[in-house]
Nanobody, 115 residues
């Protein structure tokens, strides 16, 4: 089993920055890929960014150039740096770790961007 705990959400003005962190614990050796997802109010959950075990990254078009995903395998930590935030980035952000057989979700952290 793997547990994931996010931190770092909050309220920020448009144009500001936040840094989200997620710490994985338990059978972390099983995790291959790590991702951040978000769920805006009244909308579906969507993938924001992924970092593969080898370090390659993927970003949704809506966040390219503004968000940066990174992972520290030694500390079992996943980070998302959010810059140039927009009101439409308001959502609950979830970290997600994927092993070969199953995925593990964090509980979510709220990011609210005011205009």
């Amino acid at each position: 089993q793997v547990q994931a705990v996010e931190s770092g959400g909050g309220l920020v003005q448009a144009g500001g920055s936040l840094r989200l962190s997620c710490v994985f614990s338990g059978n972390t050796d099983s995790i291959i890929n790590m991702s951040w997802y978000r769920q805006p109010p009244g909308a579906e959950r969507e993938r924001v960014a992924t970092v593969l075990s080898g370090g390659a990254t993927y970003y949704a078009d809506s966040v390219k150039g503004r968000f940066t995903i990174s992972r520290d395998n030694a500390r079992n930590t996943l980070t998302l740096q959010l810059n140039s935030l927009k009101p439409e980035d308001t959502a609950v952000y979830y970290c997600y770790g994927r092993s070969r057989m199953v995925g593990y979700w964090g509980q979510g952290t709220q990011v609210t961007v005011s205009s």
